[in-house]
């Protein structure tokens, strides 16, 4: 293939083991993002939490985009331990604005000082996973993945934290749990960590035996998420 043609991107999405292209992954990331809208509506929730839900909308379709130059896989984690994965991770993102009932009390006040600094905390995480779903690059999986051609990232905030991305969604989750105040958003931040608290381990130990003694150096220099938790 001459280089410098053009290559056609076809669009891409996941629905749990499920991957869909072309006009299908149209079809179906407009009913994903239909279904959030329409939950959204029955719930009738707050201006706050729209704002909220409207910063996750905005992060799932800019996933799906950026999904379409990721490099195909060698080899990947099984297809139950994804499955787990997804179901803890978008379990805890509708927990986070589902009101479950005997979990409606609050931990955090409702003063506008307290939304305000939840939304930036959120659009600030946002833009955490855009700067490092940039510097990856094609090197991005959703799956615990060797890619073709897969390298050891190390450039923007891979220089800090081994795990950026995670630290992202963690901090979105923690940014609509500070801008909901109740006690279900507390349950879905709790869920949320304990889907990357099973997920890192296996993911370090799989780019161990990818880049070896140094894929070791880089961690003893590096934060697993945020600074102090190697």
Do not use: C
């Amino acid at each position: 293939m001459n280089p410098a043609t053009p290559q056609h991107r076809t669009t891409i999405v996941k629905v749990g083991p499920i991957t869909l292209t072309g006009w299908s992954a149209v079809v179906a990331l407009v009913v994903l993002l239909g279904l959030i809208v329409a939950v959204t509506i029955a719930l009738r929730p707050s201006l706050r939490m729209l704002l909220s839900a409207a910063l996750w909308v905005a992060f799932i379709v800019y996933w799906s985009a950026a999904a379409r130059n990721a490099a195909p896989a060698k080899s990947a984690e099984s297809r139950e331990s994804r499955r787990l994965h997804e179901i803890l991770l978008n379990g805890a993102i509708l927990l986070l604005f589902i009101p479950v009932p005997g979990l409606r009390g609050r931990f955090l006040p409702l003063l506008p000082l307290v939304v305000a600094a939840g939304l930036a905390l959120q659009a600030g995480a946002f833009l955490l996973a855009v700067w490092a779903r940039r510097h990856l690059g094609r090197n991005w999986s959703g799956a615990i993945t060797e890619t073709v051609g897969h390298q050891l990232v190390r450039s923007g905030p891979y220089r800090v934290v081994r795990h950026p991305i995670y630290s992202a969604m963690l901090g979105m989750a923690v940014g609509t749990a500070v801008v909901s105040g109740e006690l279900h958003a507390l349950l879905a931040l709790a869920v949320m960590a304990v889907a990357y608290a099973r997920k890192i381990p296996l993911e370090e130990r799989h780019l161990r035996t990818v880049f070896g003694p140094s894929y070791d150096e880089y961690r003893r220099g590096t934060w697993a998420v945020v600074p102090g938790l190697r």
